[in-house]
Each structure stands twice: as structure tokens, then as C-alpha cells.
């Protein structure tokens, strides 16, 4: 059935898949063949379809059966024996459910930043209404708790993630949307803008900063990793400008060792500083 979809699929959308393919050459120069970034491209569409595949499954009872490895563990258990909390500020490789799945897995109690419009294809009501819910159903067994972020310039989501952290539950945060960006770093080789969230609550309530990825091993079988605790300056401007610019370094990385994870070849152009 998968396979049937992702057929589909690259009929219906091959604009896309060329469109990806082109990113993927312009990100990483002189890496791949026009050929080995069109079968990347093909990769990263067969990947997608898995995992809309998979968020259909998890609205059944039984859920998705499929392996999930955590790397790292100890890194979060070691930062939770603090007492504050922790905040994950995770990557946009594979789907975010997978990595909520790994922790609550791992026994831990995890509370979710996520914008109000999280699963909508777009603004509209329809999709505000029906699509995102049935979106996020997916991922609520795996959840203590989500914070929904209706605004950024809205204060109360900070104060539930105050209060979630000082439970000493981890928080996670995507790091690498283009909505509500604002600090410049370069990122493969060009200017661009990432959100601050992610540091800025971690430097206030002083909780451990981590960060973390996704990836496919196979059909049916992903790895989640949580790096060590980012170590950084206790000044809050220092502690922000260099916990993004590492996030970015370990994220460059991370593409060039996955590029078929990385969903972030959808929404690349958008982070771009407007020259």
C-alpha cells in the first residue's frame, strides 16, 4: 500500500520532487550528480509517504507498529536528575511523532511546543478544524502534555512551559521553521533566520538545552538521538547567539549525512534573509 502511494504520489507531484532534487543540489554543492540528487529526492518522497502512512495507523487503537531506537538516553535521564526539566530542540528530520514516541518509549514525560495551526495545510478553517486535530491525534498517546503556541507575541504559552519545566518535564521545541525566525546565522552558505524559543526558555528557567534528530534506518525502523547538554555562556545574549550557532552547525551536518531525512528541503528557501 505504501509502495502504491509513493507511485502515485511521484506522479501527481513530480514538479516537487524535482524542485527538492534542485535544493538538494544547491545546498550541497558539488555532493551529489543531478542523478544522485534525483534518487535522494526519490528517497526523501518515499520517506514522507511512509510516515503520513504511519500517522494514519496511530489513530487506530492497536498503532503503528514499527521499531524505534533511542540513542542517547542518558543524556536526557542525566539532565532530569537536575530537577528543572529539559528542553529537546529537535530537528525537522523525519516526523516529530517519532521522536515523541522514543520518549514516552523511554518513560519519559514529555510536554510539546507546537503552533496552533500544527498539522494544517494551511490557515483555513477547514484546516484549522478538521484536518489539524485528526493531525495531532497521532501524536496525543505519546504526550503529557501539548503547549499550543496561538501567537507568538501571546505570553501564555510561556508560562505553561515554565511550569512543565519546573515539573522537571522535558519540553520539546522544532528549531528549524521559518515562521517567527529571528536571529541570522549562515547555514549552507547562505544568510539565514532560525527561532530563539527553544534557548531563551532554557537560559530562563536554567534547564538543561539539548538537541536532537531523526532518522530512517529502514522501512519501519527509525533512530532517535539526543545529544550531550549544550554547553554555553551564562550572559543570556552569549547563551541565545551561541546555542543557535551550534544548533545550525550540528544541523548542517546532519543534512549532509542524511539529506533524504531532512524535511526541511520544503520550506529551505524560506529561511533565506531577503536580500
Known sequence: MIGAAHA???RTNSTELEAVARRIRDALPGRFTPVQARELAEEWYSRATELSWGRLRELHRSGWRIRVDLEGAEHLDRALERGRGGVVWFSSFCDSAILMRALAENGTRLSHLSMQNHGAPARSRFGLRLVAPIHRRAEQRYLAERIVMRKP???GY???VREALAANRAVSVRGDLARNASLEATFLGRPCLFTTGAPRMAHAAQAPLMTSATFRVGPGHYKVIIDRELQLPERRRDY???????YVRRLERRIGENPADWEGWRWIDQLVVPS
Do not use: F
Open 240 to 246: 541565545v547567539e551561541e546555542a543557535v550557532a551550534e
Open 153 to 155: 507575541s501571546a505570553p
Open 158 to 160: 510561556v508560562k505553561q
Open 8 to 10: 502515485l504520489r511521484r
